[in-house]
Structure formats: C-alpha cells, structure tokens
C-alpha cells in the first residue's frame, strides 16, 4: 500500500497523512462509556431515548457494533477497550475497569459509595467475549460489582440460532444442557 | 464404488449384500426410545446407571450421539428419527409423536393418563435443532406435553463457546441478549 500511494498516488498519502495527524490529535475516549470519540461525551451516551438504567460491558467498539445491528438493546456501553490478558501481562489498570466502577458505582459528595437506590445503573450486562480472556474478564467485574449490590447478568450461551446439533461444539452442546430453560 | 467392487473384489460387495440383507431384516425401532436397534430395548434404555425421570428429545441418533459426548447428560432419549416438515408433507403422524406422547405421559390399567406425580418422566428436554423445522416440532411437543402437565425445558440459545461477539450473527446475540442469566 505504501509502495502505491508512493508511485502513483502522492495527493492521497498527504491526505491520509494529514487525516492521521488530525485524529491522534482530535480523538479521545468518552467520559462515560471509554469509547473513542471526538466529543467529550460520545453520540450514543448523550442520546436521551436511550434507556440509561442498562449497562452493557464490551470488548471493543466492533463488539459495541455487533451488539447495536441486533436492534434489541437500547441501554448504554461501556466499552473496556481491551480485557484482561495475565499472559500477555494486561492486568485490570491497563484496561478501564476503575473508570467502569467509578461509572456504576459513583460516589457522593462527602466521597462515600453511593447506595443501590440512588444510582444510575440499575443492571450490568457482561458482553465480553466467549474466549477464555473474555470469560475472566467478566469474572472479575461480575465479582467486584456484586460485592458492591450491583445486578450482574451475562449474554446467554448456548447453540446458535439455525445450527444442527451435530456439528456444534461440545462445550457449547454441555453449556446448553446446564442452561436450559 | 459400485463398479470398483464388480471389477476388484466381488466378494466385498457379497459381503455388503448379506449384511445389508441381515440388517434389514434384523434391525428395528427400540419400543421405548424409538432408536434404531437390534434389540426391543436398545443399550442406552436398558442402562440401570442412567436418571429415568429425564427425557431428551432429539431429531436423530446422530444428535443423540453429540450429546452424548459431552458427558454432561445422564437421563434419556427419545428419538423421533425426523422432524416435523410441513413443507415436506412430514406431519406429526410421521415422526414418533404419538409414541413420544405415550411414553412420557402413558396410561394407567384403567386407560387412564397417568397423573404427574405417578409418572416415571418428570422433565422433558427438548433437543431438537435450531433450525425453522426444529424449532417447529420443539413447539409442537412443548405445547401437546405443557398441557398434560409436563415440565418441558429447551437447550439454551446463545452464543457459542470460545466464539467473539463481532463474528457471531445478529438473531444469535439477540437471543443471548433476551435470554441473559
Ligand atoms: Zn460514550
Ligand atoms: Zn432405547
């Protein structure tokens, strides 16, 4: 790519220069949901027919996405921006689980936790991935937030809708078996 | 194939005659589960290790054999080798329902239903896949068997697995999403 904007095509790699430059400079994460954004507060946190009692937790904004095609959520995100990776040596600073609890369990005027009834959040829904990473992750906010009254749910695993049996997983098929309704 | 044998090895396909011939004529349903068996009673109805108070439906014995290999269930099946298709002209008639019906909710000496608490099946799990046609005759029984005071469950929709929301199709996520524990 860089070759061709090289030999043929000049004008564009001054643009695409010039556009790098502007968002390193313009884009920085919302005060509320972490997202990346140009305003201090993102489109969909200050959008007012959203249903703000609802929290949901993700990955990523591709997984915010994912999550908004379905049109069957109208709370509000969090997205982490990452998760939490021992491996890789990305422990909960490095993701923005402290700026999530400030979120849902913000405190008052005097600095002290505010109570269950007075919070803005009433439920958080955990949207992480199904990997391993994406599962311990959810396990460490699940755990904190529940230790402060927080209602925690998580995105249902099962089969997927329009498969056969047969050629789904084991795990997925055992997962199924124990969360059946 | 048919040519390799006539050309290469006639006494294969001798071999493959009789057994076929031997199946056909020895090979039959199992009376309680409706699977295919030599036996009236196939191996995994006449196991005493196994829970008979549950009951799992599924569409074939390869279903039935994924389940089985997650180790994770340890009642019963029953088969109904197909699926209601209307599409197909496959109604109730063809596929094990009536057998089904009697199995779970059978008749006492007098000619009687049996009631609830005399009965050997105490949950029914429905297993059927979750494609249109699986969904259909999952329906079909949970309404037939809801009515005659059954309790009736259905593996859990979600998202697999291992698997990353970005990737997984909208119907699935908002399912996960309704269904969230
Ligand atoms: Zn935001
Ligand atoms: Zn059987």
Redesign the interface.
């Known amino acids: 790519m860089a070759f061709h904007l090289l030999q043929h095509d000049r004008h564009a790699a001054l643009q695409i220069a010039r556009a790098l430059e502007h968002a390193v400079s313009s884009i920085k994460h919302c005060d509320l949901c972490n997202t990346l954004t140009e305003q201090d507060i993102c489109r969909t946190c200050s959008n007012a027919q959203r249903d703000r009692s609802k929290l949901c937790v993700?990955e990523?904004p591709?997984?915010q996405?994912?999550?908004e095609?379905?049109?069957?959520?109208r709370g509000l995100y969090f997205v982490l921006m990452g998760k939490l990776s021992p491996l890789d040596g990305i422990g909960p600073h490095d993701i923005g689980l402290q700026k999530l609890f400030d979120r849902v369990v913000p405190k008052d005027d005097a600095g002290l936790l505010m109570p269950v009834e007075s919070r803005e959040v009433q439920e958080v829904?955990l949207?992480t991935?199904?990997?391993a990473e994406?599962e311990a992750t959810a396990h460490v906010i699940s755990q904190a937030l529940k230790s402060r009254g927080v209602q925690v749910?998580?995105?249902?695993?099962?089969?997927?809708?329009?498969?056969?049996?047969?050629y789904?997983?084991?795990?997925?098929?055992?997962?199924?078996?124990?969360?059946?309704?």
Chains 1, 2 share one sequence.
Not at 69 to 73: E, G, I, K
Not at 153 to 165: I, K
Not at 169 to 181: N, P
């Open positions: 993700v990523t591709a997984d996405a994912a999550l095609r379905t049109l069957a959520y829904i949207a991935n199904f990997t994406g749910t998580r995105l249902a695993r099962g089969v997927p809708v329009g498969s056969e049996l047969e789904v997983d084991l795990g997925t098929i055992a997962h199924a078996l124990v969360d059946r309704r």
